[in-house]
C-alpha cells in the first residue's frame, strides 16, 4: 500500500516554515524530516517516517504558492546567512549564487527542494499539484 504525504504548499511561507510543514507530513505534529537540503537528502532514504520499502509519494499541493514564497528573495535570504558561515573555500560560489538570486537568475530554493525530492527518490514519488 502506498503511502502519501501532503506538503500543504499554502503553508509555505519561507524555507523554515518549509522544513516545518514536511516534518509534520511525514511525522505528524512537530515531526521532523531534516532541516536542511542535505538532512532532507538522508531522510528521503527511509527510517525517518517514510517506509523502508520507498512506497511513498509526496503531494505537494498548491505547489505554485510554496514556488512564489521560495523564489529568488528567499533564495537570496537564505544565500546571505550561509555566506557567513560556509568554509573560506566556498565563499565565491556562494557570492556567485547570491548575486544571481538578488538579479532574480538561478535555481531558487523550491528548485532545489523539488530536485532533491526528485532526485533521491523513485520516479513519480514527487506530484505538484
Known amino acids: ?23 509534520e ?6 515531526g521532523y524530516f531534516g532541516r536542511n537540503f542535505d538532512a532532507l537528502a538522508d531522510c528521503l532514504g527511509g527510517g525517518m517516517g ?3 520499502d520507498g512506497d ?11 514556488a512564489q514564497a521560495l523564489a529568488h528573495e528567499e533564495t537570496a535570504r537564505y544565500l ?4 557567513s ?6 565563499r565565491p560560489s556562494v557570492q556567485r549564487r547570491l548575486d544571481d ?9 523550491f528548485d532545489l527542494l523539488v530536485e532533491i525530492l526528485t532526485d533521491e527518490t523513485a520516479p513519480g514519488t514527487l506530484r505538484l499539484l
Open 1 to 23: 500500500m502506498t503511502v502519501t504525504y501532503v506538503i500543504d504548499g499554502s503553508r509555505v511561507t519561507g524555507l523554515e516554515q518549509f522544513w516545518s510543514v514536511i516534518g
Open 25 to 30: 507530513a511525514v511525522n505528524g505534529p512537530g
Open 50 to 52: 517514510t517506509p523502508d
Open 56 to 66: 511513498f509519494v509526496f503531494e505537494w499541493r498548491d505547489h505554485a504558492l510554496s
Open 80 to 83: 546571505r546567512h550561509s555566506l
Open 85 to 90: 558561515r560556509v568554509h573560506p573555500a566556498n
Open 101 to 109: 538570486a538578488l538579479a532574480g537568475r538561478g535555481p531558487t530554493l
